[in-house]
Each structure stands twice: as structure tokens, then as C-alpha cells.
């Protein structure tokens, strides 16, 4: 069974640039999360979709952050115009979700993001 | 802010012995879990343990949790050279949401 896909793996730009970030989930995966995690520190969430529904996003920083989830699937995150401090790994996670309540989530590679 | 923190923050060991790591949480769970990254690698589940559990096992792995003292801690057992990673407790609340504390890197030496 195929894992969570990320891509790209790694991406370098210049600062006011925009970026996207694509992820793949296990197939039958109803929840998809989206992570920031900065060097040394652990994952922060930024947006978590049930199906297609964005059910949290408190911490999406909505000036510059945006994702979607079209038709329940794959996700994109969008940063536009990227800055100095959005240097992270962004990473892709998905879950079973409410149906089976195991609460394990299932991490891609991520993609490691470079700000110049 | 994190809802976990993991202590020590880091951790040097001989291959062979036991390591210990500890999360410390703030407010009520439904779930805590620990999760292992390998340097520049996604997050690998390795254990959950629900709110009504005091302790669970997997293969080395021992997990304990103290829901009054808002804690867990996990024992790998005959540490390997191959278990050097940063791991990682996460909770989740009722409303489902996982949050992760900012880890402990452990390093065992051959």
C-alpha cells in the first residue's frame, strides 16, 4: 500500500515568490492534515479537512496560506508571497479519521521549503 | 504554543541500555501517542495509548501514562544504533485534534 506523497521534496525560492506544495494521502483516508515543522521543533498543525471540509484553521496564517482538498483527495498548499520565516518543512499527514478512531496519523517525506 | 513537552530534550546512551523519555501535557486527551523521525524523514507512528490506559507494550517499546499528573513516558528497552532518531509525544483532544510537543533526541552509541 502506497504511503502519503509529498512533492516536491525540496524547494528553493526567492522571498515575495509564491509556492506550492502537493499531497497525495492513503487512499480512504478522510482526514488530511497539514503540518509546519521548524528545525529542532515538533509539527505544527496548520489545517486539518475532514473529506473536503477545512474543520480547523485556526493557525493557517490566511494573509499568505492557503489549501484546498478537491473532492476529498489530494491537497494543495499555497504560500503567496513566501518570506524569510517560511523556511520549513511542510508536512503532509493523513488519518482514518472518525470512522475507525485510532487517532494514528501517517506522515509523508514532507517538503523541505527554502526562503532566500 | 505546544500542549506537549517531551524531556530531555536530548538523550546519549550506549547501545544496549534502556532509554526513557517523558511528555508532559496541559489540558484533558483522548489519546497520546509517540511518533519517531529519522534525520530528514517524515514521522513514523510507533505506539497509542488511550485515556484509559495506564500502560501499553509493542515489541522494546513500554509506554506508561499518568492522566493525574498529565504525563507519559517511553521506555525503549536494549537500545539499538538504529533507534538514534528525535521521537515525539502527541495528544489529541475529543475534538480530534493531534497536537506534538518539540521532541527528544535520542542518540545511542555502538
Known amino acids: 500500500e502506497a504511503g502519503v506523497v509529498q512533492s516536491p521534496r525540496y524547494k528553493i525560492i526567492e522571498k515575495k515568490q509564491p509556492v506550492a506544495f502537493w499531497c497525495n494521502p492513503i487512499?480512504?483516508?478522510?482526514?488530511l492534515y497539514w503540518y509546519l515543522q521548524n528545525l529542532g521543533q515538533g509539527p505544527e498543525l496548520l489545517i486539518r479537512?475532514?473529506?473536503?471540509?477545512?474543520?480547523?484553521d485556526s493557525q493557517l496564517p490566511k494573509d499568505r496560506f492557503s489549501a484546498e482538498r478537491l473532492k476529498g483527495v489530494d491537497s494543495t498548499l499555497k504560500i503567496q508571497p513566501a518570506e524569510l520565516g517560511d523556511s520549513a518543512v511542510y508536512l503532509c499527514?493523513?488519518?482514518?479519521?472518525?470512522?475507525?478512531?485510532?487517532?494514528?496519523?501517517?506522515f509523508g517525506e514532507g517538503s523541505r521549503l527554502t526562503v532566500l | 504554543s505546544q500542549q506537549g513537552e517531551e524531556d530531555p530534550q536530548a538523550l546519549s546512551i550506549q547501545e544496549g541500555e534502556n532509554a526513557t523519555m517523558n511528555c508532559s501535557y496541559k489540558?484533558?486527551?483522548?489519546?497520546l501517542q509517540w511518533y519517531r523521525q529519522n534525520s530528514g524523514r517524515g514521522l513514523v507512528h510507533l505506539i497509542l495509548?488511550?485515556?484509559?490506559?495506564r500502560e501499553k507494550h509493542s515489541g522494546r517499546l513500554r509506554v506508561t501514562l499518568d492522566t493525574s499528573k498529565k504525563s507519559s513516558s517511553l521506555l525503549i528497552t536494549a537500545s539499538r544504533a538504529a533507534d538514534t532518531a528525535s521521537y515525539f509525544c502527541?495528544?489529541?483532544?475529543?475534538?480530534?485534534?493531534?497536537?506534538f510537543g518539540d521532541g527528544t533526541t535520542l542518540t545511542v552509541k555502538p
Open positions: 499527514a493523513s488519518s482514518l479519521g472518525e470512522a475507525t478512531n485510532t487517532g494514528e496519523l501517517f
Open positions: 487512499s480512504g483516508h478522510n482526514t
Open positions: 479537512y475532514e473529506n473536503e471540509e477545512a474543520v480547523d
Open positions: 489540558t484533558s486527551i483522548n489519546n
Open positions: 495509548i488511550r485515556s484509559n490506559e
Open positions: 502527541a495528544t489529541e483532544t475529543n475534538a480530534g485534534k493531534s497536537t
